[in-house]
């Protein structure tokens, strides 16, 4: 049982170029998110899938795209990076959609943007 | 709209002395309460939650929290820290959407604790 996986761990961009970050969970959880986590801001939520086949913008959605491939696995897209995606982010995944369920946490990509 | 505030940003403590990280959150509805923690080139894990019932929360290695509504605060505290209580805290308020649970995160807290 690994939980929530993210790849890759680390990555280098240029400005324009695209990449998708992946995440997948063996837990059989219905929602999953996707955070970024930057210095003295906390982590702020990109985009969130309550069940397969639904999306939703978050706090900070600009400048991504995300895809719920299937039950397990919800991919977040950068199309044209930009230095101010430096960030780390972070999947994570919860049972439901009940507000008090917690979330489980992916250990991360961090992404620098040049 | 929700936020979480976490007012100390960095905490300096001796091993030993005791510990309370402030938060505090401004939602008037129903609020499911949590603290996170991220050892350092961890992610982040559940310390505590609260949602209903009991307002002192007990959760790992130590820690707990009271929820006091009139305060609108969740203070996190521990009796006595270890160096292994190094860490970035996090406070979290979850909403009910309706759709989907949301997480609003504070700033975080980092702490390090000194031998």
């Known amino acids: 049982n690994a939980g929530v996986t993210q790849t890759p761990k680390f990555q280098v961009l240029k400005t324009g170029q695209s990449m998708t970050l992946q995440c997948a969970q063996d837990?059989?959880?219905?929602?999953m998110y996707w955070y970024r986590q930057d210095p003295g801001m906390g982590l702020r939520l990109i985009y969130y899938?309550?069940?397969?086949?639904?999306?939703d913008k978050g706090e900070v959605p600009n400048g991504y795209n995300v895809s719920r491939l299937n039950k397990r696995e919800f991919s977040l897209r950068l199309e044209s990076a930009a230095p101010s995606q430096t960030s780390v982010y972070f999947c994570?995944?919860?049972?439901?959609?009940?507000?008090?369920?917690?979330?489980?946490f992916g250990p991360g990509t961090r992404l620098t943007v040049l | 709209a929700q936020s979480v505030s976490q007012h100390n940003h960095h905490v300096i403590l001796s091993e030993a002395a005791s510990l309370e990280l402030g938060c505090n959150y401004s939602?008037?509805?129903?609020?499911?309460l949590f603290w996170y923690v991220q050892y350092p080139g961890q992610h982040l894990q559940l310390l505590l939650k609260?949602?209903?019932?009991?307002?002192l929360v007990k959760g790992i290695k130590g820690f707990e929290a009271e929820f006091i509504k009139s305060k609108f605060s969740f203070n996190l505290r521990k009796p006595s820290v270890q160096w292994s209580d190094t860490a970035e805290y996090f406070c979290a308020a979850g909403q009910d959407t309706g759709t989907a649970s949301k997480l609003t995160f504070g700033t975080g807290t980092r702490l390090q604790v000194t031998l």
């Open positions: 994570a995944s919860s049972e439901g959609r009940r507000f008090y369920n917690e979330q489980f």
């Open positions: 899938s309550a069940s397969e086949g639904t999306t």
């Open positions: 939602y008037g509805g129903t609020v499911n």
């Open positions: 609260y949602f209903s019932g009991d307002p």
């Open positions: 837990m059989n959880h219905n929602s």
